[in-house]
């Protein structure tokens, strides 16, 4: 995507990333360790994928949506890492003006699939606590098809309407990105001066597509904390403490990242602390998600152990 400039503008053809460091062994150190924390993410959220697919005790509602947002984290993964990698060990850092706007696109549709795929499962769990009786007829095949869809959908139309605005603006430069893949952040800093109004409904339709999911999730939490403190039983209030304990971490730590870099004004951007923010939220925490889903849920830990020919795990007590 090239674009006409004025006379005062400098049209830019392609970019530069700057990424993390210009030592060569600092930049083989970050590459071993990068790569090494991609492969267990790759390799979690493919057993993740497996396990379900192989044992029918998990095809419910709520490991259907744990398959959707681990593939959906895969993509995500995808779309930054591979080239971040790339980058490290390689002496040129361009990425064309339309390669740029691509990565953008992916990467902000995908993130945006991952927060309303975190909503959808909130009210998996609503329905699960909050209406155990009409769950089953309630969150049946089609309506988990329809969320999961509606979830991609919501994406790449946000994430569509969002490049158009960004990359309708007109860009002075410099054409260097303090930054390791076209965040929405930094590439904004390239825009003219003068077109502050653009920016901020830029800035305010991203807030708020993050901000009322979160809502969303907490107003539903809030009422299924209430129904778990009802229980009368000890035990069902463990489980569901277990079940919605992993999906409010993964969440909290989801969006934390995503308000802190996404809802700040630009004023306060901070280039250094937010590649490092960056970093948590491409490749740390879709990492982490598997092993939080994963540790403390006997499901699917006696679905490896049947996997891997260990015999069913004996129940605790």
Known sequence: MVQEAPANQTALTELIML????????????????????????????????????????????YFFLVSLSCSETAYTL???????GDLLSLCHTISFSACATQMFF??????????????MAVDRYM????????????????????????LTGGVLFSLILSVLVFSLPFCGPKHIPHFFCDIPPVLRLVCPGNETSETAIH??????????????????IRILMAVLCMGSAQH??????????HLTVVLLHYSCAIFM????????MLEKDRLIAVSYTIVIPMLNPLIYTLRNND??????????????TPKG
């Open 262 to 269: 996404y809802a700040r004004p630009r004023a306060h951007y």
């Open 19 to 62: 990424g993390f460091t210009s030592q060569p062994s600092l930049a083989c150190l970050l590459f071993g360790l990068f790569l090494v924390m991609y492969m267990v993410m790759l390799l979690g959220n493919g057993l993740i994928v497996a396990l379900v697919w192989a044992d029918p005790s998990l095809h419910t509602p709520m």
């Open 107 to 120: 990467f902000v549709a995908l993130g945006v699939t991952d927060c309303l795929l975190l909503t959808g």
């Open 237 to 246: 209030r463990r489980k569901a403490f277990s079940t919605c304990g992993a």
């Open 79 to 85: 779309v930054v890492v591979p080239r971040m990698l």
């Open 204 to 221: 305010v339709l991203v807030v708020l597509t993050l901000i009322l999911p979160f809502v969303f999730i907490l107003l539903s939490y």
């Open 300 to 313: 699917v830990q006696g679905a490896l152990h049947k996997l891997l020919g260990c015999g069913p795990l």
């Open 128 to 151: 699960a606590i909050c209406s155990p009786l009409r769950y089953s007829a309630i969150m049946n095949y089609r309506i988990c098809c329809g969320l999961v869809g509606g979830a």
